[in-house]
């Protein structure tokens, strides 16, 4: 039995760790990260050429199931993978982190785009925490506000004027956000509701700072697809169809 988990998410790799003992497992990365984690079983690097070329690999690695465990904000290859699991004939399952949910105090400022949260940033201060990764960053280009930029790798231009870059990975700590917000005096977080728990702390840092946080909303995903919410669901899944 052969299980394509695609993504390099941390429920991506937890779940081939649940997984490969059993059966043969490939995880599929974007190669968007120079040094990924790597997970347990087999791997391959970069595209499929949309969904045509994703059903054809499926054929020809005997591909018994496919579990979406990419990124939320990864559109293209959910719906990519829909359609090829469709073609196949291979059953899908998409694994969803849950998105984050405000609590008291909170200020969110929820907006549907990156250049919508650009346009949010207006009265809201000078100096921008600016979470969304090193991919975008054209969104900001042209805002006068000072950035904070954090990502895995160094972001490639057009980016704004005023940025600082910080390269780090999570999972992240509350004590180490309350800190990076005081030492760089941030008037207000941008953030993509990407969920799970290895970026979280920066909202609860946010909330006690006192600061707005900008939310880019997850983009749409794929109808009829079901889904789980953590490894070990889909790990269960997996086992009642490759029984």
Known sequence: MHVLILGGT??????????????????????????????????????FGGPDGLAAWLREHAVDAVIDATHPFAERISFNAAGAAATAHVPLLALRRPGWV???????????????????????????????????????????????????????????ARTEVLLDRGPFTLDGERELILRHRIDVLVTKDSGGAATAPKLRAAREAGIPVVVVRRPPVPEGVPTAATPEEAASWAATHLR
């Open 10 to 47: 941390t429920e991506a790799r937890a779940l081939a760790g649940l997984l490969h003992d059993d059966v043969r497992v490939t995880s599929s990365l974007a190669g968007r990260v120079a040094a990924p984690r790597l997970p347990a079983g087999e791997v391959r690097i970069g595209g």
């Open 102 to 160: 405000p609590v008291e105090g909170d200020d969110w400022r929820p907006v549907d785009s990156l250049e919508a949260a650009a346009a949010a940033l207006d009265g809201l201060g000078d100096r921008v925490f600016l979470t969304t990764g090193r991919m975008g960053l054209a969104a900001f280009a042209g805002r006068p506000q000072w950035f904070l930029v954090r990502s895995v790798d160094a972001p490639d231009a057009p980016m704004p």
